[in-house]
């Protein structure tokens, strides 16, 4: 076994490395670009080393500096996370060179399942069922179209190399084919550094089902099941849960089988991840091989109890694999949800800035938090906006569920825009919770935008005994009455008025010793106990034997609660003051305003019109580059280019006005 190891990577997949590797008893080493001198892998490890400026391609992409850093450091292996160098041939080989291993499988594999058109040519061979397609290499784009139009619509747009969602496009009419193609190929070119693409038939209704092999350098290769990656967001993967809901005994055992039979194609070690296409006949297609740990592999370790990271360093030191295939079990069910740098008010445009607030819910069995950022961290334009994976477990998918639901309203961020409103929101959906999964989820239920969660009695009636609750304690400590709740004015009901969504709502608080019983709107009582105290963020207790999560905003009038996806503000008022107070006016909206303004800080990639061309509502106007993806800005209504104040090549702030319309 090795002594020391180096992770070529950053954010939580190093801080996950390191974890594994030092319970191993391994000396870390982290590397770090000027951007990350103060970030949470470059504390965690042993030791540390600067390898390049901010951007990707001078620091973590660059392999001369990652391999002298490991030289320099004395460590005897490299893990490259996933992402960067992960599934880069001639790093592993420049390790193998230099005499250091490589935490991956071999070169040779990595090759030839790193190009999806030489990745499918081996499966067409091998006879594995494939979705129809042209994966000719370096096809232009006279070619791509004349292929998209023999395959017929819709299509989809891939990039060769890579994974992750960067490079793909689905073109459903003809006119969205030239956009298509010069989009893909400029984000592949970003992240990957090749630009050749494929074209594929569009499978209506999909599932994207995956499944876990793990092999060592004797010829021992185990699957670990599948996982379901369904819901995603621009090809990239939001949520995933193992098992899969959709596959029986007999799928699940042929897609494991077909797995193996890739792995042994390729003479595969290490962690690896083959990737099927399934549609609602359950009939599976190849789509791609991940030749590195994959983002969600925490959900395969939960139902396994097998660590993929400890197992890939085993294997790179050669060691035989510890498991037999027979041996393995299902245990239970996990779910994950990648929390997001992102705003799903605003079309999910990335943010940055500062996290002011990090609260993780309580961990332990059932909850486990990966993260690479703590309280107080910046968040780069420069990376992936990937803030934390959260992973639940429980005995069957709905008690894995439902402590999804509970862990993700207890997980506290403030300072940037998140997406935890919206995760939360896709985990009470019936749709979800019933199992009936697409990758074409999210653009289907939420097609028109993210307004937020959908305001429920249950959801209402848990805002309105929270604030009550709240306004209990408040109003006691406020008195200056010392003591617990149940010592305050302990045989006194008490009479409010709840504000909520425009509405006056009567409410009546009972203290009693165990707790304070609550009537809302002339409802027979109901239990409330909580140990919350004023100044928590985050209200936990439990209400008429129901366990709820509710984040806590105060403001100068009452408070802003949220759960389940829903963001209200709620007021509680003495009777006489309340219709004083609902008579107030609303908040009128700003004008729109006459130009195009950078909605994050980003790279102008393209200015897709001139000045003094009319456009149309819904027409491109240009691409920003934020954080890894390109993000096409359209026009909100129809005008005229006034006038141009940005080029491509420019770095905008937020806000940076990029042009004006008469």
């Not at 001369?64 to 080989?93: C, K, M, Q, S, T």
């Not at 510890?322 to 705003?343: F, P």
């Not at 749709?431 to 028109?448: Q, V």
């Not at 080029?647 to 008469?662: T, W």
Request: overall charge negative.
């Amino acid at each position: 076994m090795f002594e020391s190891v180096l992770i070529a990577n950053r954010g939580e997949i190093a801080c996950r490395v390191i974890r594994t590797a030092r319970r191993m008893g391994l000396r870390t080493v982290a590397v770090y670009s000027e951007a990350d001198a103060g970030a949470m892998h470059v504390d965690l490890a042993d030791a540390a080393r600067l390898i390049g400026p901010a951007p990707a391609r001078d620091s973590y992409l660059n392999i001369a500096a990652v391999v002298a850093a490991a030289r320099e450091a004395g460590a005897e292996a490299i893990h490259p996370g996933y992402g960067f160098l992960a599934e880069n041939a001639d790093f592993a080989e420049a390790c193998a060179e230099a005499g250091i291993a490589f935490v991956g499988p071999p070169a040779a594999a990595i090759r030839a399942m790193g190009s999806k058109i030489e990745a499918k040519r081996i499966m067409e061979d091998a006879g594995v069922p494939l979705v129809p397609g042209f994966h000719e290499p370096d096809m232009d784009d006279r070619r791509l179209a004349e292929a998209a139009a023999e395959i017929g619509y819709p299509v989809m747009i891939k990039a060769s190399a890579g994974g992750g969602g960067k490079g793909m496009r689905i073109a459903r009419t003809e006119s969205e084919v030239e956009e298509g193609f010069a989009s893909a190929r400029s984000e592949a070119r970003s992240s990957f550094g090749d630009g050749r693409l494929l074209v594929e038939k569009f499978i209506d209704q999909p599932r994207h089902i995956e499944v876990q092999v793990l092999g060592d350098q004797h010829g021992n290769l185990v699957h670990l099941f599948e996982r379901e990656c369904s819901i995603q967001r621009r090809h990239q993967k939001v949520i995933e849960e193992a098992p899969s809901p959709f596959l029986d005994p007999q799928t699940r055992a042929a897609m494991g089988a077909q797995a193996l039979a890739l792995a042994k194609a390729v003479d595969y070690h290490s962690a690896g991840t083959v990737e099927f296409m399934v549609d609602r006949q359950r009939k599976f297609y190849f789509l791609e091989m991940n030749t590195r740990l994959q983002v969600e592999h925490p959900v395969t370790e939960m139902i396994t109890g097998i660590d993929l990271v400890a197992e890939m360093i085993r294997v790179a030191a050669g060691e035989k694999l510890r498991v037999k295939q027979k041996k393995l079990k299902i245990d239970g069910w996990a779910i994950e949800a990648r929390i997001y740098a992102e705003d799903p008010y605003r079309g999910f445009l990335p943010s940055i800035g500062r996290l002011s607030r990090h609260i993780l819910p309580r961990q332990g069995a059932p909850v486990r938090v990966d993260t690479g950022v703590a309280e107080g961290a910046d968040i780069s334009i420069h990376y992936d906006p990937l803030i934390a994976k959260l992973i639940t477990h429980g005995a069957d998918r709905a008690a894995a569920l439902s402590t999804m639901r509970h862990a993700l309203d207890a997980y506290y961020i403030r300072g940037i825009a998140h997406n935890l409103p919206f995760l939360s929101a896709v985990m009470a959906h019936r749709r979800f919770a019933e199992g009936r999964l697409s990758t074409a989820f999210i653009d289907e239920e939420y097609g028109d935008g993210f307004t937020g969660g959908p305001m429920s009695d249950e959801v209402g009636r848990s805002m309105i005994a929270v604030a009550l609750f709240m306004d209990g304690i408040e109003r006691a400590r406020e008195a200056s009455i010392a003591g617990p709740l149940r010592q305050v004015r302990p045989m006194e009901a008490i009479e409010k008025v709840v504000l909520l969504d425009g509405d006056q709502i009567p409410v009546v608080m009972e203290y009693e010793p165990d707790g304070p019983l609550i009537s809302i709107d002339g409802a027979g009582p109901i239990k409330m106990i909580s140990p919350w105290k004023p100044g928590n963020p985050v209200f936990e207790g439990g209400l008429d034997g129901q366990r709820i999560n509710v984040e806590i905003d105060r403001l100068a009038l009452g408070y802003r609660l949220t759960t389940s996806g829903v963001v209200r503000e709620v007021r509680v008022l003495r009777p006489a003051l309340a219709p004083l107070y609902a008579e107030l006016p609303a908040k009128i909206p700003p004008p729109g305003s006459p130009s195009l303004t950078c909605p994050m800080p980003g790279l102008v990639v393209s200015i897709n019109v001139v000045e003094g061309e009319a456009v149309s509502a819904g027409q491109a106007l240009a691409v920003v580059e934020a954080m890894k993806m390109e993000n096409t800005l359209r026009a909100e209504r129809a005008g005229t280019v006034a006038k141009i104040h940005a080029a491509p090549g420019d770095s905008l702030a937020v806000d940076a006005v990029i042009m004006e319309f008469d």
